[in-house]
């Protein structure tokens, strides 16, 4: 038992290995075998308008769309226009194939069907008709049973009326047939690709708004990311959306650089806390390829806290930002005003003494 | 031939580069074992990985929080005292920015669930890598490519939300894609909590299903594959209902969408991707979807596979574990603090 599982094993390697091997050849298919296995093998492996297909309608076919422009992406009536060409050399073949004597005296219907959505395609695209030109729901292949679609089955349609005595013609047919399918399906993505490079532009500039959302704004505590998403939470019901316009600031500690006139000398500038109670801050989305926020700016109701003097001074104020990064504030109390800078803390990180030097040189 | 490109996304916990090599190494020796697979070099011909990642939305929060209040932290041992409530803040922040399994691992899961600005950006992430990956193949110039996809755990339900807003309308602010043409051919959903981490997208009503109507679902095979002893699979299991699958799609032989159980057990760590698709009822199951072709592999030679990895497997001695696991599962509930405390359970027993 164990001794023929080992031979069926090496004979199938042996003659499966050839549509994997590192060849361009697709062999012949073999009547006796696994008709319908053997043709969704090579409809996999591009022997029916694939990179292995060497049939004319192929090469000349896959011509058409190979020189498309690589650096540039291709535009709408370029891509139109290749379809036109290539539906012109597909349904010339197409009706060719449909006229074939096995065709004929089979009454074998989906080749003139194909042909004929491609034609309907062609008229819809001079028409400007906003459909969607070709349905792949018809003519989809499924390995596993041979279905074309929904309404053939390669091997009740095409093969099974000729065979026993006609197999090798209705083989040919099918051979056929899966290449018209194969190049109608890569035709149709092609006219179609543009909603696929809209996608990813738009996409793309998405992600990008929101790496900047999250990299360049404010930044927000775990409360803030909380409650800020509370109220996005609306706008992302259903779909890809940009990032929000604004932050709302709330409970928002940061450090700060407090200058209090009145203070005893030696104490007057003071590194200190300040908690942001409420506030808000918005910008606007640039429009064009290039992605960035425009006019940043916030206001929010703050307290400070720093040690002056061995004391705790507790003041309240504003506190005004400017590019998510800068912040300047006024506090009062009393008589006694003060002014403060802020950087936002994540700023910081990479250069913190040089940041300070220059909000000092800015503000002080 | 038709390239098909195999996109893998990860679950909770941080990924870098290279995450998912293991995996495909797996898969790649798994086609070795069976005569009608690619081996060696023509499987890299046939199948090209892509992976793709998405932890580092998570983490751009967390550095922000640990650099934060480490700032802050400095500022009040100076003699500084905030009120108590800002004091709970920062303390969050310090808390939620260090790394611990729970930070690391769990707090992506709840960032993903419940915060609008985290998930969003993580779904126009994926999809933004995806639709570049497809263009480069050069899937909108008319090049002969498919694509699926295999995702775990957290993933399965990051990649469900992804694909459903990349191919339905809904109130997308741009244009989604056109599923007749460029929709996905597979999608594996290993240990899948997509329904448990369901949040703007009903998972049963979702365009992410299997059908032969690409206006009803965009795969042609969508399989889920679940351990026995897999604790995260059982808060709100996907269990789809009959009707899940219209009824042409239905008929179709095999199954256009197949559940794999697996109970075989061959390391600790019986919840990781790895694991999964080392067994042959996960590989052979994919394989056979990829090709859309259950031929592909002849069934006495995946009996053989399995016979072979199942003896394996039962050489391996984690009866320990097992028990462990097995009490995890019968205790665990419904909801997802359920799973999140099974999470912290699982770990404590396997350590991952």
């Known amino acids: 038992m164990h001794l023929l599982k080992c031979l069926c094993l090496i004979i199938l390697t042996t003659r499966f290995s050839i549509v994997y091997a590192d060849s361009?050849?697709?062999?012949?298919?073999?009547?006796?075998?696994?008709?319908?296995?053997?043709?969704?093998?090579?409809?996999?492996?591009?022997?029916?308008?694939?990179?292995?297909?060497?049939?004319?309608?192929?090469?000349?076919?896959?011509?058409?769309?190979?020189?498309?422009?690589?650096?540039?992406?291709?535009?709408?009536?370029?891509?139109?226009?290749?379809?036109?060409?290539?539906?012109?050399?597909?349904?010339?073949?197409?009706?060719?194939?449909?006229?074939?004597e096995y065709a004929v005296k089979f009454n074998i219907k989906p080749l003139a069907l194909l042909k004929q959505e491609l034609e309907q395609a062609v008229t819809a695209l001079d028409n400007l008709e906003p459909v969607s030109f070709l349905n792949p729901q018809h003519w989809k292949f499924d390995p596993n049973d041979g279905a074309i679609g929904d309404q053939f089955s390669l091997h009740q349609h095409i093969i099974e009326p000729g065979c026993p005595h006609e197999c090798t013609a209705g083989i040919t047919l099918s051979v056929n047939t899966l290449r018209h399918l194969k190049l109608m399906e890569r035709y149709d993505r092609m006219l179609h690709g543009n909603n696929l490079v809209q996608f990813n532009q738009q996409v793309t500039r998405l992600n990008e708004q929101w790496r900047l959302y999250a990299t360049a704004a404010r930044s927000q505590t775990p409360l803030e990311l909380a409650i800020n998403?509370?109220?996005?939470?609306?706008?992302?019901?259903?779909?890809?959306?940009?990032?929000?316009?604004?932050?709302?600031?709330?409970?928002?500690?940061?450090?700060?650089?407090?200058?209090?006139?009145?203070?005893?000398?030696?104490?007057?500038?003071?590194?200190?806390?300040?908690?942001?109670?409420?506030?808000?801050?918005?910008?606007?989305?640039?429009?064009?390829?290039?992605?960035?926020?425009?006019?940043?700016?916030?206001?929010?109701?703050?307290?400070?806290?720093?040690?002056?003097?061995?004391?705790?001074?507790?003041?309240?104020?504003?506190?005004?930002?400017?590019?998510?990064?800068?912040?300047?504030?006024?506090?009062?109390?009393?008589?006694?005003?003060?002014?403060?800078?802020?950087?936002?803390?994540?700023?910081?990180l990479t250069d913190k003494n040089n940041a300070f030097t220059e909000v000092k040189r800015r503000f002080l | 031939?038709?390239?098909?490109?195999?996109?893998?996304?990860?679950?909770?916990?941080?990924?870098?580069?290279?995450?998912?090599?293991?995996?495909?190494?797996?898969?790649?020796?798994?086609?070795?074992?069976?005569?009608?697979?690619?081996?060696?070099?023509?499987?890299?011909?046939?199948?090209?990985?892509?992976?793709?990642?998405?932890?580092?939305?998570?983490?751009?929060?967390?550095?922000?929080?640990?650099?934060?209040?480490?700032?802050?932290?400095?500022?009040?041992?100076?003699?500084?005292?905030?009120?108590?409530?800002?004091?709970?803040?920062?303390?969050?922040?310090?808390?939620?920015?260090?790394?611990?399994?729970?930070?690391?691992?769990?707090?992506?899961?709840?960032?993903?669930?419940?915060?609008?600005?985290?998930?969003?950006?993580?779904?126009?992430?994926?999809?933004?890598?995806?639709?570049?990956?497809?263009?480069a193949a050069g899937m909108d110039r008319g090049s002969d490519i498919t694509w699926s996809v295999v995702s775990h755990s957290l993933g399965t339900c990051v990649i469900h939300d992804t694909l459903h807003y990349m191919f339905t309308g809904g109130h997308s602010e741009i244009e989604h894609l056109n599923a007749q043409h460029f929709a996905p051919h597979c999608g594996l959903f290993i240990a899948n909590v997509s329904r448990v981490l369901q949040s703007t997208v009903n998972v049963y009503d979702s365009i992410v299903r299997p059908s032969l109507n690409k206006k009803l679902g965009i795969f042609q095979y969508f399989l889920t594959a679940e351990h026995i002893l897999d604790p995260f699979t059982k808060p709100r299991a996907f269990e789809p209902p009959l009707e899940w699958l219209d009824a042409p799609t239905r008929a179709k032989t095999p199954s256009r969408f197949q559940q794999i159980k697996t109970r075989e057990v061959l390391a600790k760590n019986i919840h990781g991707l790895e694991h999964y698709l080392h067994n042959p009822k996960v590989h052979v199951a994919l394989f056979r979807a990829l090709y859309g072709n259950a031929q592909i592999i002849p069934q006495y030679e995946e009996q053989s596979v399995l016979t072979s990895f199942q003896k394996q497997a039962e050489k391996i001695q984690l009866a320990a574990v097992k028990d462990e696991l097995v009490k995890l599962k019968e205790n665990i509930g419904v909801n997802i603090s359920d799973l999140l405390t099974a999470a912290e359970t699982y770990n404590a027993i396997v350590n991952f």
Request: net charge neutral.
């Open chain 1, 229 to 348: 998403s509370y109220f996005y939470q609306k706008k992302a019901v259903s779909g890809f959306a940009e990032p929000p316009s604004h932050q709302l600031i709330v409970l928002h500690p940061s450090l700060i650089l407090e200058h209090v006139s009145n203070a005893d000398r030696g104490s007057r500038l003071k590194p200190g806390l300040a908690v942001e109670w409420f506030g808000a801050n918005w910008w606007r989305w640039s429009e064009g390829n290039k992605v960035s926020m425009l006019n940043p700016l916030g206001i929010s109701v703050i307290s400070t806290y720093s040690d002056r003097a061995g004391s705790q001074s507790i003041r309240h104020g504003l506190m005004f930002h400017y590019n998510h990064m800068y912040s300047l504030g006024v506090t009062h109390r009393g008589s006694d005003t003060g002014i403060f800078i802020s950087v936002d803390l994540q700023k910081l």
């Open chain 1, 24 to 100: 361009n050849d697709c062999p012949d298919i073999k009547v006796q075998d696994d008709i319908l296995f053997q043709l969704s093998m090579q409809y996999e492996a591009g022997c029916f308008g694939g990179d292995r297909d060497k049939a004319q309608i192929s090469v000349n076919a896959l011509s058409i769309i190979a020189n498309l422009n690589q650096n540039e992406t291709p535009t709408v009536p370029e891509r139109i226009s290749r379809f036109k060409q290539g539906a012109e050399l597909l349904t010339t073949s197409l009706a060719i194939e449909a006229r074939s």
């Open chain 2, 1 to 135: 031939m038709t390239k098909h490109l195999v996109f893998f996304v990860h679950g909770m916990g941080e990924h870098s580069s290279g995450w998912s090599d293991e995996a495909w190494d797996i898969l790649k020796t798994s086609a070795s074992l069976f005569s009608r697979l690619p081996h060696g070099d023509e499987f890299d011909k046939k199948f090209q990985k892509v992976e793709l990642t998405y932890d580092n939305v998570f983490e751009r929060y967390r550095e922000h929080w640990q650099s934060d209040s480490n700032e802050l932290i400095k500022l009040l041992q100076n003699g500084i005292t905030p009120p108590a409530i800002i004091n709970k803040v920062i303390q969050a922040s310090t808390a939620l920015g260090k790394n611990t399994f729970f930070t690391t691992h769990l707090l992506d899961v709840i960032m993903y669930r419940f915060l609008s600005l985290v998930n969003m950006p993580v779904r126009v992430q994926l999809a933004a890598d995806i639709s570049s990956a497809l263009r």
